[in-house]
């Protein structure tokens, strides 16, 4: 999303790049002059002419084989997709404070449930009364953030942490002691998590996250900046409804899913 202005246009004040959120286009003859714009509203032209594209691409479609294929053994291409790739594909996410100040630390001082939150919580429950996520630790070498962590045995060979049979009790779970739990659905290698738990210090703070992907879940896990003080990253398909969540109900203050709704058929 960031760019240069052209040359004669001042990039901003001092001489510094205009900072992400604030770049309004108030002269449409210098819409060239940059290569995102903020808060742009679209007229019925734009709407139109990207409303025709979308069309134009859905006149062919791949074979009714291959759509179940994808659908069914969507986790394994994700899996192969970044074993190619590891962490190096998709960039981390730093303009979320931006378009989310409910992420940044100065926000958790005193808006959500505090303490109230965790007398809120269930006393205690079986984690198969209700919908949820199952867990799975697994491992493998990463450099995203700064570094590698010790190579952990491969999928095949580790176990599946089942949270079916465990209790879930109020203070039992990980992140039972965080007053502002934060979860990511979707997370991939953790180019939201990551931002997050570094930019935010607050010692109240826990995310958890999650993918379908066992193999980008390995990818947070032995990131160096994972800290399963602060985080807690599972294996889990959000279309499972069978699954259990690792925290009990009504415990989390924000959901966050990036490039995610649009990835499910709409049927699910």
Same mark, same amino acid.
């Not at 109230?116 to 007398?119: A, V, Y």
């Not at 991939?188 to 990551?194: A, D, E, I, K, R």
């Not at 930019?199 to 703070?205: A, H, I, K, V």
């Given at each position: 999303?960031?760019g240069?202005w052209s ?29 995102? &714009?903020?808060?742009?509203? &679209? ?32 986790h ?10 590891e ?7 730093h ?12 926000q ?7 303490e109230?939150?965790?007398?809120e919580?269930p ?9 949820? !996520? ?11 953030l ?14 599946t ?12 779970f ?8 934060? !979860?990511?659905?979707?997370c ?7 931002p ?11 995310v ?5 992907s066992?193999?980008?879940?390995? !990818? ?11 985080c ?20 989390l203050?924000v959901?966050? !899913? ?11």
């Open positions: 999303m960031d240069s040359e004669g246009v001042p990039a901003a004040v001092g001489g510094k790049r205009q900072q992400f959120g604030s770049r309004f286009l108030s002269d449409p003859a210098r819409v060239f002059h940059h290569n995102a &714009w903020d808060n742009v509203k &679209w007229s019925e032209e734009q709407a139109a002419a990207a409303e025709r594209r979308v069309q134009e691409n859905s006149t062919q479609r791949v074979c009714q084989q291959k759509q179940v294929d994808y659908e069914i053994n969507a394994k291409y994700w899996n192969d997709f970044y074993k190619i790739h962490n190096r594909f998709f960039k981390d996410r303009w979320l404070f931006t378009e989310f100040p409910e992420l940044a630390p100065s958790n001082q005193k808006d959500l449930l505090s109230n939150k965790r007398s919580v006393e205690c429950r079986r984690s198969e009364d209700g919908p949820g !996520l199952t867990t799975e630790q697994h491992g493998c070498s990463s450099d995203s700064g570094g590698h962590k010790t190579q952990l045995p491969p999928v095949e060979e580790n176990v942490q089942t949270l079916s049979h465990l209790e879930i009790c109020a203070d039992e990980p992140g039972a002691s965080a007053t502002y739990r934060i !979860l990511e659905v979707g991939g290698v953790g180019n939201t998590v990551f997050i738990l570094q930019t935010n210090n607050d010692p109240r703070l826990f958890y996250c999650c993918d379908f066992s193999t980008a879940v390995e !990818l947070v896990q032995t990131n160096s900046a994972y800290d399963p003080s602060r807690f990253a599972f294996v889990h398909d959000l279309c499972d409804e069978e699954k259990s969540y690792p925290v009990p109900g009504n415990s203050d959901i966050i !899913l990036i490039f995610v709704l649009s990835a499910i058929v709409p049927d699910k």
